[in-house]
């Protein structure tokens, strides 16, 4: 039975790896932060499962709202071209369309921020990175919903 | 009267046999690693005759046994039923004992390689302990309450037939090491884990669904599940391993709302 062994077969030492020995084993190939007894930690909570739902529940009203306002905004009556002050003026004028816009703004920053939170978690491999990129997350979310929320509120049209 | 039938073939065997010893070429190329020689992994190709009906542990053991003694797996009962012996061929999670070579395209070098997500300790043995450890975690024993019954305790079909699916599980860490996301963050249960809690969960006779319900609950349990379906994809005995993840979902809203 015709066996034969590639060339690549026989393991050459580099000068790097010609010290590991039996007696001097190399680092093992570790997965990123291997399960311990002690973790995962539990925290007895259900916040899991409420951002899950949130996820689905929130989904499917985005959808309605923001099907809804790309097509006042941009298809119905004259297209994109009609938008501007006196637009946006004359929409906010009725408490309807603010609390659209409202919901709008902060389902879809819960939302997106809680899908790039689990992003984040499934993503980022250091605890440190995890945390930056959280804080700067939630910063951004936090910053966004609360600009937006004055905003609707305190709009003046007589601005100028 | 009977015709003797000893030294007759029949046209079956014959073409049996015609193919039987029908070898062919092939490209084993094994992901080694050993600690004691080099950090680093590195590829090793093997050509050798196999017949395509064989399986790709016979490759491997041809390897072994003829070629490079040094070669290290795991495999035990070699029949699909230990789960010692998965591992990735051709990119895909597969039990080498249950894996034709005229199902890996023979004709291309056949890549070999330790599950994904795990420590390798030497080229396809990787530690086992996370694995097995998040398997203890969500308590895959019977827990009842109150004074043991006399006699057996009876289950109607239906009852059985409710989690029948996640029985089958042989432990081979084929879907854990699949999923992407336990290959990010080891602290996820990992679906081999959910599988054998919702083996106990939809259990009538059981009463700790519960607790292990709870523990499911929480951040590196079910809710890290992204349904991308590779534990299913993986699962060398079928099972649908997706579909129990979401089962334990379901069970958690329902409880809760």
Redesign the interface.
């Known amino acids: ?6 060339p ?2 026989a ?1 050459e ?2 000068s ?2 010609a010290s ?3 007696d001097n ?13 002690r ?2 930690r ?3 909570t ?4 409420y ?3 949130f996820m689905r529940l929130s989904g499917v009203v985005l959808v309605v709202l923001v099907i809804g306002h790309l097509l006042i905004q941009l298809v119905l009556d004259g297209g994109v071209t009609k938008v501007g002050f006196a637009f946006v003026a004359g929409r906010w004028a009725s408490p309807f369309w603010q609390y659209w816009d409202l919901a709008m703004l902060w389902l879809a920053m819960l939302h997106g921020g809680n899908g790039l939170r ?1 992003i984040i ?3 980022a ?1 250091q605890p440190n990175t995890r945390v930056w990129l959280k804080t700067i997350l939630f910063t951004a979310v936090a910053f966004t919903i609360a600009l937006g929320s004055l905003v609707i509120f305190t709009f003046d049209p007589n601005i100028r | 009267m009977s015709t003797p039938t000893l030294d007759k073939h029949s046209s079956a065997l014959d073409a049996a046999e015609v193919t039987g010893t029908h070898l062919i070429a092939i490209t084993l190329r094994v992901r080694r690693f050993n600690p004691e020689v080099s950090a680093e992994a590195e590829w090793v190709d093997y050509q050798i005759q196999v017949d395509p009906k064989e399986r790709v542990l016979d490759a491997l053991h041809k390897v072994k046994w003829e070629i490079d003694g040094s070669l290290t797996f795991r495999r035990s009962c070699a029949h699909g039923v230990c789960g010692s012996d998965a591992m990735r061929i051709n990119g895909k999670n597969r039990l080498a004992c249950k894996t034709l070579i005229k199902d890996v395209s023979p004709e291309k070098p056949i890549t070999v390689e330790a599950i994904k997500g795990m420590t390798v300790l030497k080229d396809l043995v990787v530690d086992m302990d996370p694995f097995f450890q998040a398997y203890r975690d969500v308590m895959p024993f019977l827990i009842t309450t109150g004074n043991e019954p006399t006699r057996e305790r009876l289950q109607s079909a239906a009852d059985r037939e409710r989690f029948d699916d996640t029985t089958k599980c042989i432990l081979c860490a084929a879907c854990t090491s699949s999923c992407p996301v336990f290959w990010n963050d080891g602290q996820y249960f990992g679906p081999a884990a959910i599988v054998n809690a919702h083996r106990f969960i939809f259990d009538s006779r059981d009463e700790g669904g519960e607790q292990r319900l709870e523990i499911l609950n929480d951040k590196d349990g079910v809710w890290r599940c992204r349904t991308t379906f590779n534990c299913t994809d993986a699962c060398p005995r079928g099972i649908e391993v997706t579909k129990a993840i979401q089962e334990v979902k379901r069970a958690l809203i329902t409880r809760r709302f």
């Open positions: 039975m015709a066996t034969e062994v590639s690549k077969d393991v030492l580099t790097s790896s590991y020995s039996p084993p190399a680092p093992l190939i570790e997965p990123p932060r291997a399960r311990t007894r973790t995962p539990s925290t007895r259900n916040f899991e499962l951002g899950w739902l689990t978690n499934d993503y491999e």
